[in-house]
């Protein structure tokens, strides 16, 4: 971890958790995600999901808190370079959905550690070849 972002340890920003509620929905009840994943709330997918169970408002908010601080964690583990609020927003919120380890195998990391921080940022959202990233999604739909 780069000494300059000790501060990040643990930090959950507003931003942060908003976005993840946007982009991951709610849903207080376990189902299966596309990929057959079993999650509940705002895209938690951990071993302790309870079948059938009907998660609180207050239950879904501590998860998502609890698991924004341990990706947040890892992306700090893999980057070499200062970050800014804002882009450890990002690369958490997308390690979140692809995993500390897909993070920092992530041509992103690479991008951002080489200190091309536009270019590392694009490519979350955009592949070589311009084309969006998550389009796979929509069209297994």
């Known amino acids: 971890m780069h000494p300059a972002n000790k501060w990040l340890i643990g930090v959950t920003s507003a931003a942060l958790i908003s976005g993840a509620a946007l982009w991951e929905g ?10 057959g994943v079993l999650t509940v709330c ?12 009907r998660y609180t408002d207050a239950e879904c908010k501590q998860l998502l808190r609890t698991e924004l601080a341990s990706h947040g964690k890892g ?7 200062p970050l800014k609020q804002n882009e450890y927003d990002a690369y958490t919120l997308f390690a979140y959905n692809v995993g500390v380890a897909g993070f920092c195998n992530s041509t992103s990391a690479k991008l951002f550690n080489a200190g091309r921080n536009k270019e590392a940022c694009d490519r979350l959202a955009f592949t070589p070849n311009g084309q969006p990233n998550w389009s796979y999604v929509w069209q297994v739909r």
């Open 75 to 81: 992306v700090l583990s893999c980057t070499t370079r």
């Open 26 to 35: 709610t849903k207080y009840v376990p189902y299966r995600d596309l990929g």
């Open 42 to 53: 705002m895209g938690y997918t951990g071993k302790d999901i309870v079948v059938g169970k």
